[in-house]
């Protein structure tokens, strides 16, 4: 069993970085001792720009209220969230929300109390509506700062870097491909119009592809049989999101990530386009660009459902 709350030991690494960036960057994960956290936190210990790390659970202990209070003395720079249950087969991700809506809200209002300031990534499913439900929180609390909340959506860039790496035989690392809108199904908008290097596919393998990336979390969880969803891909995506929120921290320049944000791109209040990242987080949100008549299409699709996923979200807070 983890400890409720466990801090891990600095690695050394910071000391040789220059006065004027940020050392001692503090990171919490929230859900610690499961399958996302666990990898997640190994990758960030190994970390040479995390200072301090904290890992929390509940696991075997009763009140999320009186554990969260444990936080208090972090202070935390960064709160990665990983905490609430994954999907089994046949499981949609807005089937995870009557669990995890409630798990998010406590976390984002313990977060509103030990750590104000923190840059926030939520991986707890479903997305498009815990961050809304993160964010009303911190609004009641009269801690919100939008610029500082991510749902984190850097998995469907990864994945969509290594299957468009393996379909056009080029190295997936190489590949940097914008995905934008939500975290589910039609919501989720790889843009290989603006794929670098560019790509050059039939309009069936795009769909394909793209169907193949909205559906990539499914084929996880369906390969798995009912053990859970993604946790090793997720943890590394995690972690270089993390540490994307890390460099551009310490003041290193043009770190641009995808991620889910409170955004005025669209009519959709929730919107990922790419990022550029700050000190303060969203530095200067990118937009998505010019899309051709396919990707409106997908678009098109997305925002209704978006809206509703945003909404069911923000009446989780709002109406209870
Ligand atoms: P898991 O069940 O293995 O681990 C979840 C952990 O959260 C457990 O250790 C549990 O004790 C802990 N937890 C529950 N309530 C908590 C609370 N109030 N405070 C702190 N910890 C708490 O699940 P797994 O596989 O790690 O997935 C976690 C979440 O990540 C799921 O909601 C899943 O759908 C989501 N996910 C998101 C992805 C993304 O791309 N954003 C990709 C894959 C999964």
């Known amino acids: 069993m983890l400890s409720r709350v466990l801090k891990v030991a600095a690695q050394q690494g910071v000391k040789s970085f220059s006065t004027s ?16 956290g666990q990898p997640l936190s190994l990758l960030l210990k190994n970390s040479p720009l995390v200072s301090e790390l904290s890992l929390y659970d509940i696991v075997h202990t009763p009140g999320v209220a009186a554990d969260l209070s444990h936080i208090d003395t972090a202070n935390a720079d960064i709160v990665i969230i990983p905490a609430g249950v994954p999907r089994k087969p ?14 998010v809200r406590d976390l984002a209002a313990g977060c509103a109390k ?6 926030i990534g939520i991986i707890s499913n479903p997305v498009n509506s815990t961050v809304p439900i993160a964010c009303e929180t ?8 939008p610029k500082r909340v991510f749902g984190v959506s850097t998995l469907d860039v990864v994945r969509a870097n290594a299957f468009i790496g393996e379909a056009a035989g080029v190295d997936p ?3 940097n491909l914008p995905v934008i809108g939500g975290h589910s199904g039609v919501t989720i908008m790889p843009l290989l119009s603006q794929c670098k290097p ?36 997720m943890a590394y995506a995690g972690a ?12 290193e320049s043009n770190i641009i990530e995808c991620a889910y944000v409170r955004s005025d791109v669209t009519e959709a209040k929730y919107f990922a386009t790419p990022l550029i990242l700050g000190k303060n987080g969203i530095e200067k949100n990118l937009g998505y660009g010019t899309l051709n008549a396919f990707e409106q ?6 925002l209704p459902e978006l809206k509703k996923n945003i909404q069911k979200g923000e009446d989780f807070v709002n109406k209870n």
């Open 240 to 251: 270089r999101f993390a540490i994307s929120l890390i460099r551009a921290m310490r003041g």
């Open 198 to 233: 560019a790509v050059n596919f039939s309009q069936d393998k795009i769909k394909a592809l793209t169907e193949r990336i909205q559906e990539a979390g499914t084929e996880v969880v369906k390969a798995k049989a009912g053990a859970g969803s993604a946790t090793l891909s």
């Open 21 to 36: 960036q940020q050392n001692n960057v503090k990171v919490v994960v929230c859900g610690a001792s499961g399958g996302i």
């Open 297 to 302: 299409e997908l678009l098109a699709n997305a």
């Open 173 to 175: 690392q190489q590949v």
């Open 138 to 145: 911190l609004a009641k609390a009269g801690v919100l700062d």
């Open 114 to 119: 030990a750590c104000p300031k923190a840059l």
């Open 90 to 103: 046949g499981m949609t991700r807005d089937d995870l929300f009557n669990t995890n809506a409630s798990i």
